[in-house]
Structures are given as structure tokens and as C-alpha cells.
């Protein structure tokens, strides 16, 4: 599990050589409008700069997007299986791995011009198929407790809701990007929460699962909230 720490701090060290290097460089494969990002485009950026090189490897091998969609889901119940099992430090790295996996399948399939309809929907589509596997398995993990539990079901309809809001908006003619807690920040909650909680628990002497809980009881509050103002949203520019 060290490796694993270490990975991280040599991910966020290099930050700074972004920053100074490499900030600025255009992006081909960029989304024009991806919608908000609540940490900002230079987090957003960096990471695309970070995930490059393994963009490239797969490039060269001739990885086709579907391959990194299918890695996604599988990554997505494989935390959820490590989340049930009480292993949530390996379900949280298993998130985050799912959440890399997501974003590659759509910068190569840019690279390779192979962005069209039909990999649109398989990724959104997939895209909710590992985030119900992680949520089950989290469901599992807190099913003792009927409040915990009360939360991540919550927290999973929450997440539903805002992907549903914004493909029936956009089917409509309207697309909505707004809100706070997109699937990038659900990912980085669940996932450092799932990362960090052993340590923490252990460190404040708190039950095991407590940090992770209250990141859940986050993402809830935040999925609902903008799965709400997207309705509204969507609904006046509908009028």
C-alpha cells in the first residue's frame, strides 16, 4: 500500500512542473465546454497532461475506446466488490482507476476519430453501470446501519438523477452542464474518501467507514441538489 502512496505523492509533485512547463500547451483533444469543474480547469488540465503518456502507449497499441469503457465498469465493481468486503482503501484506488479509465476511452477516441453517437452512448450509458457496481458495494458495506444506508442509496439516485437530467435535456435541445457535483467530483469523493478513511479512522480513533460516510453523506446532499437545480434549469430555458 505504500507504492500506492507514493504514486499519488509523485502524481500531485508534479503539478508544479506543470505549471511551469506545460500549462499553457494547446489541447487537441479537449472538449470546448465540458461544463464546470469544481476545482478548477488547471486540475482538470493537469491531469489530461499526466494521463498522457498512457494515452499514447494506447495509441500506439491501437486501444480501441470500448477497451477502456469495458476497464471502466470493471473497475467500478471491482470497488464495489473490495467496498463490501471491507477492503475500502483498494475500493477507493479501484474508483479512481475507473474514473482515469472514463476519461481516456474519450481523448482516444478523439485521437483516432472514432467520436461519434453510438461510443457517446456506450460511455455514458457504461458510466452508470460501474458507478451502480461501487454503489452497491458501498450499500453492503453500511446495510447495519438503516441511516448510512438511507444516505448511500441517496447518494446513488442523486448521482442517477443528475446524468438523467442531463440526457433527457439534451434530448430535448438543451444541454446542461451546470451543478456542483458532477461525475468527476462524485469520483474524487468517494475515491480519496475510500483511499484515505483507514488512515484517518485510525488516526482520530473514529469507527472504520466514518470518513467515507460522511464524503457519501457529501455527495447526497450535492447530487440532489444539483439534480434539482437542473431541473428547474432545464425547465425555464424548455419555456
Request: charged share 15%; glycine share 12%.
Amino acid at each position: 500500500m505504500a507504492v500506492l502512496f507514493g504514486i499519488l505523492a509523485f502524481a500531485f509533485g508534479t503539478m508544479p512542473i506543470y505549471a511551469v512547463v506545460a500549462r499553457t500547451r494547446s489541447d487537441a483533444h479537449e472538449i470546448a465546454d465540458r461544463g464546470g469543474f469544481v476545482l478548477g480547469g488547471f486540475v482538470r488540465s493537469w491531469f489530461y497532461w499526466f494521463i498522457w503518456p498512457i494515452e499514447r502507449v494506447s495509441l500506439l497499441l491501437g486501444l480501441s475506446p470500448t477497451a477502456y469503457n469495458i476497464t471502466g465498469v470493471l473497475c467500478g465493481c471491482t470497488a464495489g466488490i473490495c467496498f463490501a468486503t471491507g477492503r475500502v482503501n483498494l475500493g477507493g484506488w479501484f474508483v479512481l482507476l475507473g474514473g482515469a479509465a472514463d476519461v481516456l476511452d474519450g481523448r482516444i477516441a478523439r485521437a483516432r476519430g472514432l467520436a461519434n453517437e453510438t461510443g457517446a452512448f456506450l460511455d455514458s450509458t457504461l458510466d452508470r453501470f460501474a458507478e451502480v457496481g461501487a454503489f452497491v458495494g458501498l450499500a453492503v458495506m453500511y446495510m447495519e446501519s438503516a441511516s448510512q444506508l438511507a444516505v448511500v442509496v441517496t447518494a446513488l439516485g442523486g448521482s442517477l438523477l443528475v446524468s438523467y437530467a442531463r440526457a433527457r435535456g439534451e434530448s430535448l435541445g438543451v444541454v446542461a452542464k451546470v451543478g456542483v457535483m458532477q461525475r468527476a467530483e462524485r469520483l474524487l469523493l468517494v475515491g480519496f474518501g475510500g483511499i484515505f478513511d483507514p488512515a484517518v479512522t485510525a488516526w482520530q480513533g473514529w469507527t472504520p467507514g466514518t470518513l467515507l460516510f460522511w464524503l457519501l453523506a457529501l455527495v447526497a446532499a450535492g447530487t440532489v441538489a444539483t439534480a434539482l437545480y437542473r431541473t428547474v434549469w432545464i425547465a425555464q430555458r424548455l419555456d
